[in-house]
């Protein structure tokens, strides 16, 4: 009976057992990317064979990591669902967004309706602001009678007698030459061609949704939904992208196009010894965006093309203006669906206003949904997409926040259909927010401002950090496992616009055989941690790499306030550390200019944002000027004298070593950044602390506190 007993146990204790690491391992090391060394972790059992993951503080350029939700911010920050955008006119159809088909809903003009069908054209130079009428054709419209509008740009009008009762714009996309203007029926997704879905097709679309003005920070606190989905997804988020210039078409020229051959034989710093702006795009050579090597140029002819730039204004556009900068606009179509004559109605339709609601729909739903249709209509044909939506976000970027529900709803369609299987999805914002006050006077939009209205300055800095996502498909991660594996890596490493026109190169050169970009590694390929500012390219006004503050504090933070605040930290990982065996006080940096009167066990590394960052210089300025603008933001101020000006709004990151152990007897040292606001003396920690842990144990690969402590929870309840 005891043996019996005895034998139970032992068969439950094996079952607990084997149930725990089948948790483990399908949990914790998918979740860690180290599925690639499933067969060592078992050879080895005493110890982590994989490389030490990586973590943002690995890289040499001390990155101004910034808080989605930073309590500087938060009086600043709305949070508006719905637009509550009002109706003035009847909607005589539904439009499905899918397929972009209509069908009349109004029994009121049951088949008594005139209406007519009308081609919008031209958007390009020397009337790229303008758009023509072209051909129309007339129809009687049936109650519930599904029909469809064979153009890419066109207004659809109804009448009643002679009275125009209805009149709109449309995107739509132009199938078939031999077809009639306006389709009767269901509209019919293409089949593509038996040899570009054959099997094992190292071929993949690209997709690329820009949002203006979003930058990290703010896609993560107003676009929660989405965020949730794409990380579930296993999309990569990418923490250290700083954007190499002020406005959109400076950001976007790197990202999209080859290097330029007006600027082939120009130097990569100027006489400063900074990066050359003018090699990124130059200020008095106006470009020719018809001869611009894009991207999109290089794939093989099979790929369907869209081109889809919310103007904002008619006068404006990607790569329109200034006219120092570019010739006006394009001079022939540059993608097979170029929506920029629907683009120039419905903007002149509004004389030029921007609004965030036209007749009952928040606009960037519709524009979104020209993302959408095409995504979904072409998923099985090869193809690129570029959308980019300016008005919504580019004045307020609380107005992010109303396109997360449709946004989320549209990618989970398109994932429940299958349409995201060979597409690499890449949102991105081009910069952070440049104009709104919640940017203007928080450090979270300049890292800093130090004008007239400096009273309204809370703290740092996300305009120079746009938000930057990539998704690739389960077929690319068994392909090319170890890209992928990099990639995730990658979220971790300073990079900056070069390298996502470096990723895109290489996904075209897949599909054919093609050099890869000289300018950068591509994010699937491990990027060092050693890249500076110059390496990625980024100007120094832009440049989020601290540098030294200790010309700027008036006193060297207290090491025993910050430890304080890693161990209140570390209490939320109770279970798996000797929070009592802290000890801190390494020095971090030699750099640091150290106080004669301070212990050395004290002295931390203390760095703050670069000057022309901290006084917001959108161009570069001198150094003088840097100077004159920290003196006039004191003088306007007389009651604060300078050192009491500065430690109210400066905000430094003191950097602090501390060893620790954990409870499987790993001796772990932290290295942690804080966030210290010197009038409150109120600090933080704005990112995880990275460990390094020196023995040698299953765990100790981690470097960020929750995948090392599920890890160790886990060998302990074993
Ligand atoms: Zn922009």
Redesign the pocket.
Known sequence: MRRRRTFIYSIQIILIASLVFLFYFVTISDKNLFKQGFGKKFRNESSSSFPRQAHLLDNYCKFAWTEPMDNTLKKRLKFPKRAGCEKYNIDLFKRYPATGEFSMKSKAHRNKLECVAQVLKGGLRPAAHTYQLGKTQTFSPKLNKRFWINANNFILTCFSGQLVIYRKQFMGFKMDENLKLVVDGPFEIPEPEAKILKSGSKQFSISILGL??TSRAQFGRHMRKTTDFLQRMGSVVFEAYNKVGD??AV??IPILADELSETENMNLLDETGDVNLNKILPTKTPLNPDTIQWIWKHLPPEYITMFNDDVMHTSRGLFHYPPDNFLDGFGESPARFYYRPYYNHLYSQLSNWWRKCLDGELLAEVFIDSWFRFERIFSKTPHFGFTFI?SLT?DDPNNLEMLDHTLFHRLDYLNRTGCLENTILIIL???GN?VHPLNRYTFAGKIGRFEERIDKLDNISEERAPYLSILVPPRFRKQFPEKYRNLRENSQRFVSNFHVHSTLKFITSLSKNLESSRRNKSLFELQPINSTCQDNRVISNHCLCMVDASQDISKVPNSESLEEVLRTYLTDFNECFNVESLQCGNVVSSGFQIQQDVKKEFQTETLMPNNYVQVWARTKISDSEVVRKKERASAVRPKFDKNQFYEKFQVIYPYLTCNLQSKNGDSVEVLTQFRLIQLSQNITIPYPPRLSVHSPSQCSHFSFPTDYCNCVDLLLAV
């Open positions: 203006d003005s406005n959109s950001n976007l300016s580019h914002g081009d910069h440049r």
